[in-house]
C-alpha cells in the first residue's frame, strides 16, 4: 500500500460556518489541535514514508499558529503542498508572505456566486468581500515576493446563485484566479439541515450548460474551467452540445490511489467523508512501521468500498464503455438518494448523446480534432486503449508508436474527413467518447 498524498484536516476551528460545509460543526466532532513538535514529529514520519503531496484543508487551516512552519517542514522534504481556505485569513499581509515565502504551491479558495448576496447566504455576512480583498492580497504579495502560486476558486451551484450562472464566466475572467471548479452540492454536513439551498437535480445540468457556452465566448480566458460532478456520460453530453474540451473525467475514489485523510490530532483516516472514530491511525511517535499499519487497518476497507462499487454497477452500468474505469464515491453510494440521481443522470445523458450523435451520423459529419486535446491524452488514452493499431488497420496511416508523429497523421488523416460513420465503428465512438476526438457541427444540435 502506497501513501502518495495526505489531506490534512488541519484545524478543528472554522471562521465561518457555511449552510453547505460537508464537514460543518454541526456534523462532525474534530479532534484537539496538536502542538507545533508534534506536528512536525508527524511530518518527518509522513516524508518517510514517502509521501509527495500534502493539502491542508478544512476547515479553516489558517487559524492554524503553526501553518508557516509546516509548509517550510514539507517544502524542506520536497512535499508539495496545496491550501484550501475560505479566504478571510488572507487580508494578513504579513501572514501571506510568510504562507508565499514558505514554499506554497498552490492555494485554493470558495466563493458561493457572482456577488455577495448570493455568496454571504451560503457564507455569511460580508464574506464575500472580505474573500475578494484576500486573494488580492494574495495576488499583490506573490507579485511582491516574485513567486508564483496559482489560485484557484471553488463553487458549488446552489437556489441562490443558478439565476446568475450565465454572468459567472465573464466575472471570473477580470478576477485573478487560474482555475474554476463548479459543482454540485453534497447532502452531508451542514447541507442536510439546509435543504432549501439544493436545486433540482435535473437543473444542474442545464447550468454546466450555460456555464461552459459563456465560458467559450470568452476570447483568450484568463482561468480554465472545470466541472466537478459531472458524471462521465454528462461529461461526454455536455462536450456535444457546448463545443467545450471536457475529458470526461470518470467518478474515482482518491484512496485507491493512497491519497488519504488526516485529521487535527494525526489520526490518518481512508477518507473524511467515511470518518469513522474506530479506524484511525497515529501518525506521531516512532512510526517506522506506518505503511504496514496502515495497510493492515485499511485493506478491508478498501475491499468493502471496491465490493459496493462492483455491486452498484452489475446494477446499473454492466454494459457502459465507461464501467471499467468508472468509481463511484464511496459516501455518494452510502447515500441512496444521492446514488440514484446521480446514476440516473448518466443514465439519462447517455440516451440523450446516442440519439443525438445517431442524427449525425445519418446525416454524415467532419470529423474535428483538438490538437491541445490530443497532445494531452494521446499517451494516457490513445496508446493503453491500443488506438493506434486499431486506426493504422481501417484507416491505413502509418503510425509510429510512441511518437509526436501520431498527432500529426491522426490530425491529416481525420481531420475534417467527410465521411458517414456509423456507431458500431467502435474506434471512431471510443475517440468521440474519450474527447480526443468530436464531431463538427455537434455543438449547434
Known amino acids: 500500500m502506497t501513501i502518495s498524498a495526505i489531506r490534512w484536516e488541519l484545524e478543528p476551528s472554522c471562521n465561518l460556518n457555511c449552510k453547505h460545509c460537508f464537514v460543518g460543526k454541526s456534523s462532525l466532532t474534530y479532534p484537539k489541535r ?3 513538535d508534534a506536528g512536525l514529529n508527524i511530518l518527518d514520519n509522513l516524508h ?3 509521501v509527495k503531496e500534502l493539502y491542508f484543508t478544512t476547515r479553516e487551516p489558517l487559524l492554524n499558529p503553526y501553518i508557516c512552519q509546516y509548509i517550510v517542514r514539507c517544502t524542506e522534504y520536497g512535499i508539495k503542498t496545496s491550501l484550501i481556505t475560505n479566504g478571510i485569513c488572507l487580508n494578513d499581509e504579513q501572514l501571506v508572505s510568510k504562507l508565499i515565502n514558505s514554499g506554497l504551491c498552490s492555494i485554493s479558495t470558495s466563493l458561493e456566486g457572482p456577488n455577495a448576496e448570493t455568496n454571504d447566504m451560503i457564507r455569511g455576512t460580508n464574506s464575500f468581500d472580505k474573500a475578494l480583498r484576500g486573494i488580492v492580497t494574495f495576488q499583490n504579495q506573490t507579485i511582491k515576493c516574485g513567486k508564483t502560486v496559482p489560485i484557484n476558486l471553488q463553487m458549488s451551484l446552489n437556489a441562490y446563485n443558478s439565476n446568475l450562472c450565465s454572468t459567472i464566466p465573464t466575472l471570473i475572467d477580470n478576477l485573478p484566479f487560474d482555475s474554476l471548479s463548479v459543482g454540485a452540492l453534497s447532502n452531508s454536513g451542514n447541507a442536510k439541515y439546509n435543504q432549501d439551498i439544493f436545486l433540482d437535480d435535473e437543473r ?4 454546466f450548460t450555460i456555464l461552459a457556452k459563456e465560458y467559450r465566448k470568452i476570447k483568450n480566458p484568463n482561468y480554465v474551467l472545470i466541472f466537478k460532478s459531472l458524471m462521465p456520460w454528462e461529461a461526454v453530453l455536455l462536450r456535444y452540445l457546448t463545443g467545450y474540451d471536457i475529458y470526461p473525467v470518470t467518478p474515482y475514489c482518491s484512496i485507491l490511489n493512497g491519497t488519504y485523510s488526516m485529521l487535527s490530532d494525526g489520526s490518518i483516516i481512508p477518507c ?3 470518518y469513522d472514530e474506530n479506524k484511525t491511525i497515529h501518525v506521531y511517535g516512532n512510526e517506522n512501521n506506518l505503511t504496514q499499519k496502515l495497510e493492515s487497518a485499511f485493506t478491508r ?3 468493502e468500498i471496491k465490493s459496493e462499487n462492483e455491486t452498484v454497477k452489475r446494477l446499473y452500468c454492466s454494459n457502459c464503455y465507461f464501467s471499467d474505469r468508472c468509481f463511484l464515491c464511496p459516501a455518494l453510494v452510502n ?3 444521492m446514488k440514484d440521481a446521480a446514476l440516473s443522470r448518466c443514465i439519462k445523458a447517455k440516451h440523450r448523446f446516442e440519439k443525438l450523435i445517431e442524427e449525425r451520423y445519418k446525416e454524415g459529419c467532419y470529423l474535428k480534432i483538438d490538437r491541445s486535446q490530443v497532445l494531452y491524452s494521446y499517451r494516457e488514452l490513445v496508446f493503453q486503449k491500443n488506438y493506434a493499431d486499431s486506426i493504422k488497420k481501417e484507416f491505413r496511416f502509418s503510425i509510429e508508436s510512441e511518437s509526436d508523429r501520431f498527432i500529426e497523421e491522426l490530425l ?3 481531420l475534417y474527413r467527410k465521411q458517414s460513420f456509423k456507431t458500431e465503428n467502435k474506434i471512431i465512438r471510443s475517440l468521440i467518447l474519450d474527447g480526443v476526438i468530436a464531431l463538427s457541427g455537434g455543438h449547434s444540435a
Not at 444542474?204 to 447550468?207: A, I, K
Open 335 to 337: 447515500d441512496e438518494k
Open 48 to 50: 518517510q514514508v514517502g
Open 301 to 303: 476497507c478498501v475491499e
Open 204 to 207: 444542474y445540468f442545464d447550468l
Open 412 to 414: 491529416q488523416g481525420l
Open 34 to 36: 496538536i502542538g507545533l
Open 272 to 274: 473524511i467523508s467515511l
